[in-house]
């Protein structure tokens, strides 16, 4: 069983920058791919960025090069670094696990074996 938490969303304005981060526990971390996923009001979950055991990354294309995504297996956490935010960005951010990390990337919700409870990223415009 593996839990995962979230922390860092708020309120931001347009341009500027958050961290997410997310701290996993559970017997069944070691060697699993982690990711984020964001769902706004009224839209489907999607996937926003994923990370593999060894540091490999895939970052969707809507945030491409302004978000990063990096872990520290050490400390069991996985981190989310979001620049030059924008109003589209806004939407409840979920921490993800899954045992494949191209599963994570290329299947969608569907492929991610546990979930983070959200924080929420609210961007004025």
């Known amino acids: 069983q593996v839990q995962l938490v979230e922390s860092g969303g708020g309120l931001v304005q347009a341009g500027d920058s958050l961290k997410l981060s997310c701290a996993a526990s559970?017997?069944?971390?070691?060697?699993?791919?982690m990711g984020w996923f964001r769902q706004a009001p009224g839209k489907e979950r999607e996937f926003v960025a994923g990370?593999?055991?060894?540091?490999?990354?895939n970052i969707a294309d809507s945030v491409k090069g302004r978000f990063t995504i990096s872990r520290d297996n050490a400390k069991n956490t996985v981190s989310l670094q979001m620049n030059s935010l924008k109003p589209e960005d806004t939407a409840v951010y979920y921490c993800?696990?899954?045992?494949?990390?191209?599963?994570?990337?290329?299947?969608?919700?569907?492929?991610?074996?546990?979930w983070g409870k959200g924080t929420l990223v609210t961007v004025a415009s």
């Open positions: 559970g017997r069944t971390f070691n060697g699993y791919a």
């Open positions: 990370i593999s055991w060894i540091g490999s990354t």
């Open positions: 993800a696990s899954a045992e494949r990390f191209t599963g994570l990337y290329g299947g969608g919700p569907s492929s991610v074996k546990y």
